[in-house]
C-alpha cells in the first residue's frame, strides 16, 4: 500500500523511529527487528514522498508514534491519520 507523505511528515516518523529504536525500547542498547530496518531503509529511499508499506510496517510506524505520548503536532497528527487511512482502506487487500 502506497502512502504519500510530505517531508516534514517523513522527518517526523524518523524522529518517532529514533525515539524507539535508540530510545532503548529492547533494553539499554540500540536493537532493531528486521522490520524496523526494512522500514526505515524505505523511507530513507522514499522518492517523491511515495512510501510503500506492508500493513504491519504502518502498524508498526503507528507503534512509533506512541513515543510522542498522545501529544501531537498537526504534522504528526496527518502522518498518524494517512498511515490509518491507508491501513483501513487496505484490510484484506495485502497478499
Do not use: C
Not at 9 to 29: Q, S, T, V
Not at 38 to 67: C, D, F
Not at 73 to 95: L, R
Amino acid at each position: 500500500m502506497e502512502i504519500n507523505l510530505t517531508e516534514t511528515e517523513i522527518y517526523i516518523i524518523k524522529i518517532w523511529a529514533d525515539n524507539n529504536i535508540h530510545g532503548g525500547h529492547w533494553g539499554d542498547g540500540d536493537f532493531m527487528v528486521p522490520e524496523e530496518n526494512i522500514i526505515l531503509e524505505k523511507i530513507n529511499n522514499i522518492i517523491n514522498g511515495e512510501l510503500n508499506l506492508t500493513e504491519k510496517e504502518a502498524q508498526i510506524i503507528l507503534v512509533w508514534s506512541e513515543s510522542a505520548r498522545g501529544i501531537y503536532t498537526m504534522e504528526e497528527e496527518s502522518a498518524i491519520k494517512k498511515i490509518k487511512s491507508v491501513i483501513k482502506e487496505n484490510i484484506g487487500h495485502e497478499k
